[in-house]
């Protein structure tokens, strides 16, 4: 499966963004679906996650700011992101965790969100 992410780019604090990424190839393999960041100087973090069947998972930091979607057909995933700070600044990557005996996991490139105070 190859991901390319989309929607990054520069808001102020309090501002809104959304993040879009298309998985192609063998999306049918794909169990859960995730967003990750990296901030600088940071360790790579998960952000949400959702499941195949749906079932979404969130950082404390984001909880009741971010959502995270999926359409299981199309093959995407989409991160609506309100309420922006500037710690949520950072690289956004898309990633995917596949069925067991698919593989391990995929990255997408990361796409870049600033968030300025």
């Known amino acids: 499966v190859q991901l390319q992410a989309s929607g990054g780019g520069q808001v102020q604090a309090g501002g809104s963004l959304r993040l879009h990424c298309v998985a192609s190839?063998?999306?049918?393999?794909?169990?859960?679906m995730g967003w990750y960041r990296q901030a600088p100087g940071k360790q790579r973090e998960l952000v949400a996650s959702?499941?195949?069947?749906?079932?979404?998972d969130y950082a404390d930091s984001v909880k009741d700011r971010f959502t995270i979607s999926r359409d299981n057909t199309k093959g995407t995933l989409d991160l609506q992101m309100n309420n922006l700070k500037p710690e949520d600044t950072g690289v956004y990557y898309c990633?995917?965790?596949?069925?067991?005996?698919?593989?391990?996991?995929?990255w997408g490139q990361g796409t870049l969100v600033t968030v300025s105070s």
């Open positions: 990633k995917v965790d596949y069925m067991t005996g698919w593989g391990i996991d995929s």
């Open positions: 190839g063998k999306i049918y393999t794909i169990h859960v």
């Open positions: 959702v499941t195949a069947s749906g079932h979404a």
